[in-house]
């Protein structure tokens, strides 16, 4: 795959790690990462502005920043097509809520793992809402909660978000980056900007 060489940023590594996946480098400024049994290939990495090719077995490539229509094109043309667009969401820590009233009947947990922490929702015990965070040298990386057909999804996605918000805060971190779907991304909250458009793209079965 040849493309115009362009480091990736710190927070690609993290999300690897928010998803459980093992990276590696095929080329400058390109990730490959598989799920930790080797399947499920993934690419990282900027739209390229030159022609590539793509090893025949990776199945999903996560593209960063403005959309190059001409590579796009040549990706449709060689049986790729266009699956989700996902959105860097980045927001100041102290600028961010922070604290969010559950009912009654829910509670919060907070869980630290080898490579991230976890932090759950549950009402009744039982789980409505789980989200992890990955902390870097400066900047801490979420993805979007994952709601388990709670009561109120919205209060339990912000409470999940919230209590990041105050974890970054406390450790001191400048900056809070959250890969949020299109959906979620349209729903901006005070304190959240569009940072950099990424489009998935998986390659058409025969």
């Given at each position: 795959?040849?493309?115009?060489?362009r480091d990736l940023p710190a927070w690609t590594h993290g999300y690897t790690k928010l998803r459980d996946r093992i990276e590696s480098f095929p080329a400058p400024g390109l990730m490959r990462s598989v799920n930790e049994d080797g399947t499920d290939i993934e690419l990282l990495g900027y739209w390229p502005?030159?022609?590539?090719?793509?090893?025949?077995?990776?199945?999903?490539?996560?593209?960063?920043?403005?959309?190059?229509?001409?590579?796009?094109?040549?990706?449709?043309?060689?049986?790729?097509?266009?699956?989700?667009?996902?959105?860097?969401?980045?927001?100041?820590?102290?600028?961010?809520?922070?604290?969010?009233?559950?009912?009654?009947?829910?509670?919060?947990?907070?869980?630290?793992?080898?490579?991230?922490?976890?932090?759950?929702?549950?009402?009744?015990?039982?789980?409505?809402?789980?989200?992890?965070?990955?902390?870097?040298?400066?900047?801490?990386?979420?993805?979007?909660?994952?709601?388990?057909?709670?009561?109120?999804?919205?209060?339990?996605?912000?409470?999940?978000?919230?209590?990041?918000?105050?974890?970054?805060?406390?450790?001191?971190?400048?900056?809070?980056?959250?890969?949020?779907?299109?959906?979620?991304?349209?729903?901006?909250?005070?304190?959240?900007?569009?940072?950099?458009?990424?489009?998935?793209?998986?390659?058409?079965?025969?």
């Amino acid at each position: 795959m040849s493309t115009s060489v362009r480091d990736l940023p710190a927070w690609t590594h993290g999300y690897t790690k928010l998803r459980d996946r093992i990276e590696s480098f095929p080329a400058p400024g390109l990730m490959r990462s598989v799920n930790e049994d080797g399947t499920d290939i993934e690419l990282l990495g900027y739209w390229p502005q030159n022609p590539w090719q793509i090893a025949s077995d990776v199945n999903r490539l996560m593209l960063l920043g403005a959309r190059n229509e001409k590579a796009a094109q040549t990706l449709t043309d060689a049986g790729w097509h266009h699956e989700a667009t996902l959105y860097l969401l980045a927001g100041q820590p102290e600028e961010l809520e922070q604290v969010v009233k559950l009912a009654d009947t829910s509670v919060l947990f907070e869980a630290p793992m080898d490579h991230y922490d976890v932090v759950e929702v549950a009402d009744f015990d039982r789980p409505v809402a789980r989200g992890r965070m990955h902390m870097g040298e400066n900047y801490a990386l979420i993805s979007d909660p994952d709601l388990f057909s709670p009561a109120d999804p919205e209060t339990a996605r912000r409470a999940i978000l919230a209590n990041f918000a105050l974890a970054a805060y406390q450790h001191g971190l400048p900056w809070l980056l959250l890969v949020a779907s299109e959906e979620n991304a349209s729903k901006l909250a005070t304190g959240w900007s569009k940072a950099t458009p990424i489009e998935v793209m998986m390659r058409t079965s025969a």
